[in-house]
């Protein structure tokens, strides 16, 4: 998070340094609400993007929420 002794403008900062500065902008937010939640390689020209291991959410149903699996 910016702290008033930063003299750097918003143009300086990295596209990281912006992304952490911006999740750890609300009033309770904490270390943990920056971390990274995706990871991002690249094969042969392809770019893929996986969910973190230790991402603390992660997408489809959570736990405990019953799927029917006949759904199309």
Do not use: C, F, W, Y
């Amino acid at each position: 998070m910016s702290t008033p002794d930063d003299t750097r403008s918003v143009d300086e900062m990295t596209s990281e340094e912006k992304r952490h500065d911006q999740l750890t902008a609300a009033p309770d937010a904490t270390e943990a609400d920056a971390a990274p939640r995706i990871e991002v390689s690249e094969h042969d020209g392809n770019t893929r993007i996986d969910i973190a291991d230790g991402a603390p959410v992660r997408p489809g149903p959570g736990p405990g929420v019953e799927v029917d699996d006949d759904e199309s």
